[in-house]
């Protein structure tokens, strides 16, 4: 797969996991059939079968139950089970994204954690575009890969919609084939 299109899915898997998806994201998915298709058959029917409002709705409950309130995907809180964001350099992402010359400005997201999933994929977004691909093998490895599959297969367990029950396999699909040992 080209840099271009790798950097495209960790840009879409960074808004998926960021907040519900609205209206605009959702016609530009039902408009899409192949990136449908690739996402996985339940969710290509589900957008072509159901309309915008019933979809978004669903979809809504089904993000908010899933990643906001009974859990959030942040590496911290996944990996150290303490119940606590690690902040500032006592984070070990933020520690990777200041040693690899990545800052965020926590001020320009609604996002909380700086280990929270969109986050991470936007870094890969980053370093994928940055021609970091050292860094971006490195960041799959030490992180994503410890904590993203186990949490999203728990995760597609409890989840109502085909979209988030596909989105959680297509994305442990799409990193397994990211990484290059």
């Known amino acids: 797969m080209d840099k271009q299109t790798r ?6 898997l960074s808004r998926v996991f960021e907040k519900e998806l609205g209206e605009r994201e959702i016609l530009d998915l ?3 059939e192949e990136f449908l298709n690739l996402i996985g058959e339940e969710s290509r ?13 669903e979809l809504n ?3 908010n139950s899933l990643f906001v309130i009974n859990s959030q995907p942040v590496e ?8 606590e964001v690690l902040v500032g350099l006592q984070n ?18 609604q996002l909380l954690a700086p ?10 977004q980053t370093a994928i575009y940055s ?28 989840a109502q919609t085909p979209f988030y029950k596909d989105i959680c396999d297509f994305t442990i699909d799409f990193l397994l084939q990211e990484y290059k040992p």
Not at 76 to 83: F, K, R, Y
Not at 92 to 102: E, H, I, R
């Open 45 to 57: 029917k589900y957008f072509t079968f159901n309309s915008p409002s019933k979809i978004e709705e």
């Open 131 to 158: 021609k970091e691909e050292k860094v971006a093998q490195k960041f799959l490895k030490e992180h994503l890969l410890a904590w993203v599959p186990p949490y999203l297969l728990t995760m597609k367990e409890y």
């Open 7 to 12: 950097a495209i899915i960790y840009a879409f």
């Open 76 to 83: 911290t809180l996944v990996i150290d089970h303490s119940d």
């Open 92 to 109: 070990p992402v933020m520690l990777f994204y200041f040693q690899n010359g990545y800052e965020i400005d926590m001020n320009k997201t």
């Open 30 to 32: 039902k408009g899409n």
């Open 61 to 63: 409950i089904d993000f």
């Open 115 to 124: 280990d929270h999933l969109s986050i991470e994929f936007g870094f890969m």
